[in-house]
């Protein structure tokens, strides 16, 4: 008897151990379709909390209807990933991971579960949101080790605010990141200001000095991808997406335009087509796109017609997480 009792136990314990993830997201007139690499993720049911509001369901990847799903994420059939909070309501968030007195030794060789690779995710607001489900993710594949740090408000345009490339010279050398998942943008369809504590504009309004304010954005984002990667670090760079104002989603398209082209001079940098992603078959404003995870349409923008909410950042955390695996099997992950 106290063998079947043993055996209960681990009967239970393992089958706890399989569930976790997944999500909720939405497009215009007809639901968008997502990258070449959404058509390969399984779906998942969903679940709603007792207050009614939709949250996170799990994955089982012991179901071989999952299979694909998990294997893009690099996750085995024995994971268990619990369910990220995507609410950044803070000033700056940064997400330690544990440290002691003694110094670790330098990980060498390709990321396993006792070496695992350090990923660094930073930026503004969409960074805290989509951040806490591309942590959960990766947590799945047993390889990784994250730290999270966005600034709400944040970006390259207002260095008087808050000087991103200061920041990054000072935390890279601490975190000592493998791969870095980088957004900024909702911020930046602004005046280009010097980096002091008086406000000066090096350049004005986007639209009426569009071929400066490219040229000078595009610098500043090429400033900051030469710093990532340093070192041979792996590069991610998150794009933006549209906004449901017309004259606000011209801004950000020659901010989109200038960061694209300072991503394609620089073939190491992973650019991740958020515009696309949240677009709908029309190329316009999309406020539902269809979640790759049950194929049906959600909404998937906040009330400022810009930010995502929790659906559309799960799903963005999932083809942010895609990449990553793609990275660490560069790596030399088996996975």
Not at 32 to 51: K, R
Not at 195 to 211: H, I, M, R, T
Not at 242 to 248: A, H
Request: net charge negative; proline share 6%; hydrophobic share 40%.
């Amino acid at each position: 008897m106290r063998r079947l009792g043993a055996l209960a136990v681990v009967v239970v314990v393992g089958y706890a151990a399989v569930t976790a993830i997944a999500g909720l997201v939405g497009s215009d007139d007809g639901a968008a379709e997502g990258p070449a690499d959404s058509a390969l993720l399984a779906p998942v049911a969903t679940g709603a909390s007792d207050d009614g509001e939709a949250e996170s369901a799990a994955i089982d990847c012991s179901d071989p209807d999952n299979a694909e799903l998990c294997g893009e994420l690099g996750f085995g059939d024995d994971v268990t990933v619990d369910e990220g909070d995507a609410t950044p309501d803070g000033d700056v968030e940064t997400t330690d991971p544990d440290s002691g007195d003694d110094a670790e030794p330098e990980s060498t060789g390709p990321p396993t579960t006792e070496n695992p690779a350090k990923v660094y995710i930073v930026g503004d607001s969409d960074a805290g949101t989509f951040g806490p489900y591309l942590e959960t993710l990766l947590d799945g594949t047993l390889v990784t080790e994250t730290e999270l740090n966005y600034k709400v408000s944040s970006g390259l345009a207002r260095p008087d605010f808050f000087n991103w490339p200061v920041e990054l010279e000072q935390k890279l050398p601490e975190v000592d990141p493998d791969i870095v998942v980088v957004t900024f943008g909702g911020n930046d369809s602004q005046g280009l200001s010097k980096p002091q504590d008086e406000l000066e504009f090096v350049v004005g309004d986007p639209v009426a000095n569009e071929a400066e304010w490219s040229e000078e954005y595009e610098r500043r984002a090429g400033e900051v991808m030469d710093l990532l990667l340093e070192n041979d670090r792996h590069v991610i760079w998150v794009g933006i997406p549209n906004d449901d104002n017309p004259e606000v989603t011209a801004k950000l398209a020659i901010q989109d335009e200038a960061v694209r082209a300072a991503a394609e001079a620089r073939p190491d940098v992973v650019f991740v087509d958020t515009w696309t992603r949240f677009s709908g078959r029309d190329g316009g404003w999309a406020e539902f796109v269809v979640d790759p995870r049950d194929k049906e349409g959600k909404d998937v923008r906040a009330d400022d017609g810009f930010h995502l909410n929790q659906n559309g950042a799960e799903i963005l955390a999932i083809d942010i997480a895609i990449e990553v695996q793609k990275e660490l099997r560069a790596m030399g992950a088996a996975i």
